[in-house]
T-cell receptor
């Protein structure tokens, strides 16, 4: 079953707290992505991972870091969350440059 | 730099109307082009993709043609239905990155 999962689906944190968003995929895809989605701005790329321990900044990496220790898992970490990081976060994976991306269901993060 | 432009933020139609969503892109080379659809509460999913210039992609009654000359990849559907109400994203992949337009929210009235 080709699937991308995200945990948790909903999260409320206070400003200054640390946040961990998790993403998993069962397709052995090499490349994984983290995006955030805000009204009127579409999908903005935060980080790309090409494979285990091979990550690259996207367009808006400030305030975020990532970890990929297994091909199936890709984590997004917010150290000391800020209110402007309130958003919906999507993880995606794909097998090559010309392939479709498979997206997870998203995590709705609210930072108070 | 690489970019994807979708000018229409919102489109409202009635059932059986013709749909046309503009998409233009800017890059060097020959990227793969995609349309993704996102239903409420879900992640985006692939609607159609075209890898080769001047080819047409189609799915579920939607179609788009990769026009290298005008750098466009407009989405069309002859007769929309209420179930087509969703956000539609045009996207381009020149390499590892995938660049999305800002999305077009389609609302189809019964």
């Amino acid at each position: 079953d080709m699937k991308v999962t995200q945990m948790p689906r909903y999260l409320i944190k206070r400003m200054g707290e640390n946040v961990l968003l998790e993403c998993g995929q069962d397709m052995s895809h090499e490349t994984m992505y983290w995006y955030r989605q805000d009204p009127g701005l579409g999908l903005q790329l935060i980080y790309i991972s090409y494979d285990v321990d091979s990550n690259s900044e996207g367009d808006i990496p400030k305030g975020y870091r990532v970890s990929r220790k297994k091909r199936e898992h890709f984590s997004l970490i917010l150290d000391s969350a800020k209110t402007n990081q309130t958003s919906v976060y999507f993880c995606a994976s794909r097998t090559g440059n010309y392939a479709e991306q498979f997206f997870g269901p998203g995590t709705r993060l609210t930072v108070l | 730099g690489d970019s994807v432009i979708q000018m229409q933020g919102q489109v409202t139609l009635s059932e059986n109307d013709f749909l046309f969503i503009n998409c233009t892109y800017s890059t060097t080379g020959y990227p793969t082009l995609f349309w993704y659809v996102q239903y409420s509460g879900e992640g985006p999913q692939l609607l159609l993709q075209v890898t080769t210039a001047n080819n047409k992609g189609s799915s579920r009654g939607f179609e788009a043609t990769y026009d290298k000359g005008t750098t466009s990849f407009h989405l069309q559907k002859t007769s929309v239905q209420e179930i087509d109400s969703a956000v539609y994203y045009c996207a381009m992949s020149p390499a590892y990155k995938v660049i999305f337009g800002k999305g077009t929210h389609l609302h189809v009235l019964p």
